[in-house]
């Protein structure tokens, strides 16, 4: 019962959430969600720094997708020493390689990429789950590894599910113009498609399609992770781990693969993009390499009761709080659009 009422409630939150998002914020008013003053001109105004519902949107993702991978390693009974090291190794090294590689790949020095990060992180998982395990294994308390390949994939795909809607707010990840689109796919959008407003969102400063009809890609990417990260909790709850690790990983990464040819911001100069290259190279690196390191799959059953309790300890909280504001942060100051704030008196009020 347990289980059933998590994946409802989990389920309903996700729609919820989704389609408020599809609908609200392609809007003009749900890029900034604040500014601070910096530095004072000469006019007596401020230049201000801004902050993005786009570091909103993706501190929300990291934060809960990293709670969703405690539930579910814990669950599995995993120790909670080690998940601590796995998690935050993955996250130390895998958050400024979004920057990282966007720079290597696309020459750009204030670009985020979620597919440069997501690569690294599967490239290293095998390894901290293999290095973790020597470490911490113990009489009673044990690192299993497929549990935990499971349980990252899973959290990976609900985070950069979730994370597609910092993109819809900052109007980047944006899909190619209706209109150029094959006939299919133009009645298949015909009455859900986007349309971004704003002359600060990228997709009006990069290929100035700002008001215009556009292949809804982030939707369908988010729509598509979190369903494949539902499915992928079902078969983790009924012990099922490689199966849910394959499927959430394959899903999430073939995507990657086929979207950008739906999409229209820059990838690259090539027809086939890096990160499309990645997309497949982590296909059958994860399809291998890691059960050459773990022939023998974990005979677990998941307690997700225990898993839930975990969360509430203080340390937890504390770890979850501090990485939200981490996360906001390093993805919601933006280095791309500036603005100037004035400060006045309502005298009438004195």
Known sequence: ?????????LTLFLVLMLAWSFRTLPGERWQII???PRKKNGNGAWRGVNLTFYGLFNANAYTGATALAFLLLSAAGIPIPAIFAMVGTVLVICMPSSKLVARIVENKKHTISVGGASFVG???LPLVVWTAGKVFDSPGSAVHPTPVL????????????IGRIACISFGCCYGKPLSEAPPILQRLFSHAH??????TKKIAYAHGLDGQKVIPIQAV????YCAVGLLGIVLFLLGHFRSAFWLTLTVTQLWRFFSEFFRADYRGEQKISAYQIMGLVAVGYALVVPFLLFPAPAEVTPDLAAGAAVLWQPAMILFLQALWVISFLYTGTSHVTTSEIRFDVHHGRI
């Open 34 to 36: 604040g500014t601070l």
């Open 122 to 124: 599967i490239l290293i």
């Open 150 to 161: 499971a349980a990252v994939s899973i959290a990976y795909a609900f985070g950069e599910g």
């Open 194 to 199: 986007f349309v971004f407003y704003g002359h």
């Open 221 to 224: 990417t988010a729509s598509l």
């Open 1 to 9: 019962m347990t289980n059933l009422l998590f994946l409802i409630g």
